[in-house]
T-cell receptor, first 115, second 114 residues
Framework: DGGITQSPKYLFRKEGQNVTLSCEQN?????MYWYRQDPGQGLRLIYY???????QKGDIAEGYSVSREKKESFPLTVTSAQKNPTAFYLC??????????????FGDGTRLSIL | AQSVSQHNHHVILSEAASLELGCNYS??????LFWYVQYPGQHLQLLLK??????LVKGIKGFEAEFIKSKFSFNLRKPSVQWSDTAEYFC????????????FGTGTQLKVEL
């Protein structure tokens, strides 16, 4: 089945540590996205990539970094500079389209907590 | 930048009651509008979308939404809810031709009681 795989499902970070969240898709989608979900705040865009080797900052990119070396993969690193990293992280992908009306497909998420 | 407001944060209904969840957006140009649903323990999935044509769009599981351009609204409706509709509902918008990145509302937690 085609879909988006996020791993791990749960992740714990120590103070001052960088952690990397994995996101892989086999939908042959060009675009990929990372969102952060906090209770009562909905989803907020961290980074997105419309094509391999290119990505743009979203609304809350500070303290995060990404790479897009392969079409299928869009890992997110939560750096020690992110002072409030405890959240639910969602990865998504979509086709590209002239009218931007292609729906996004989401993974099951990674819950990150601070030890 | 565009923004999305969902005014109902928590809604509790009895089975068979009618549902209407509000969604308003702020952007003066042409937009695409989406409703996503997150059932307990499941991933976020598309309920319905509007990008052109008939402003009344129908989605999965008997849901529909009406785009009213003059009110910048895209309210979600269902005539008769079921216990299985218990979920969190998110309204989202993007700018037509501006890339697929979405701006989400804060979500509405719906609980349907038997």
């Amino acid at each position: 089945d085609g879909g988006i795989t996020q791993s791990p499902k749960y992740l714990f970070r120590k103070e001052g540590q960088n952690v990397t969240l994995s996101c892989e898709q086999n939908l042959n989608h060009d675009a990929m996205y990372w969102y952060r979900q906090d209770p009562g705040q909905g989803l907020r865009l961290i980074y997105y990539s419309q094509i391999v080797n290119d990505f743009q900052k979203g609304d809350i990119a500070e303290g995060y970094s990404v790479s897009r070396e392969k079409k299928e993969s869009f890992p997110l690193t939560v750096t020690s500079a992110q002072k409030n990293p405890t959240a639910f992280y969602l990865c998504a992908s979509s086709m590209q389209g002239q009218y931007s009306n292609q729906p996004q497909h989401f993974g099951d998420g990674t819950r990150l907590s601070i030890l | 930048a565009q923004s999305v407001s969902q005014h109902n944060h928590h809604v509790i209904l009895s089975e068979a009651a009618s549902l209407e969840l509000g969604c308003n957006y702020s952007y003066g140009g042409t937009v695409n509008l989406f409703w996503y649903v997150q059932y307990p323990g499941q991933h976020l999935q598309l309920l319905l979308k509007y990008f052109s044509g008939d402003p009344l769009v129908k989605g999965i599981k008997g849901f529909e939404a009406e785009f009213i351009k003059s009110k910048f609204s895209f309210n979600l409706r269902k005539p008769s809810v079921q216990w299985s509709d218990t979920a969190e509902y998110f309204c989202a918008v993007n700018i037509r031709g501006g890339g697929n990145k979405l701006t989400f509302g804060t979500g509405t937690q719906l609980k349907v009681e038997l």
